[in-house]
């Protein structure tokens, strides 16, 4: 920044990107996903994910996929899931936010703050703050369709009308050189 006279800070958080992060028609092969990795139980963080996870696989007549997937497979399995699960290593915004409701599917998130400055609890995606909580939310959600379609298109409208690459790349551009630069005028070349 000083090498552009410039000594302004400003937050950045992640992205997604509508060519890839997209709907595809895709049947719904499970009820809820989790893509991501499961750290060592010797941290504790690897050991709460781990445990929601296995509590997790453990419900019911519920058909559940955890692992891990990239790029354009990823996409799919997020498009073949009725619900997809973030849980957040630390309480920091993450990519798979951006991913999952860049691809039009309804998220249920760990409560961060940070998540919530952006999205709209409810609206754009659901915050949980306990198992329970959690698996109410599941529940719900799995036996509401419409409500549950209804967030994952308001989530995918709001994270396309405001946070994709191109965004990002326009808020550089400003904050660094003064550039301005429209994002609906690129986003349609």
């Not at 290593?89 to 691809?103: I, P, Y």
């Not at 549950?148 to 790349?169: I, N, S």
Request: proline share 3%; charged share 30%; with cysteine.
């Amino acid at each position: 920044m000083h090498r552009f006279n410039r000594t302004k800070v400003c937050w950045l958080p992640y992205a997604c990107d509508p060519y890839l992060h997209r709907r595809i028609n895709q049947p719904l092969r499970y009820d809820l996903a989790f893509v991501g990795h499961i750290p060592s139980p010797k941290s504790r963080i690897g050991r709460e994910r781990r445990k929601l996870l296995l509590s997790i696989g453990e419900l019911a007549s519920k058909k559940v996929f955890i692992g891990n997937a990239w790029q354009h497979d990823m996409v799919a399995l997020y498009n073949s899931s009725k619900l997809v699960l973030d849980i957040s290593r630390s309480k920091e915004l993450n990519w798979r936010v951006f991913e999952v409701l860049g691809c039009g599917r309804p998220l249920l998130t760990d409560y961060r703050e940070e998540v919530a400055d952006i999205f709209k609890n409810r609206e754009h995606l659901a915050f949980y703050s306990s198992f329970e909580e959690l698996t109410e939310l599941i529940e719900y959600y799995l036996t509401n369709d419409a409500e549950r379609e209804e967030m994952a298109r308001k989530g995918q409208e709001e994270c396309y009308r405001a946070h994709t690459l191109d965004h990002r790349v326009k808020t550089i551009l400003e904050e660094t050189i003064g550039f301005k630069i429209d994002v609906e005028t690129v986003q349609k070349d």
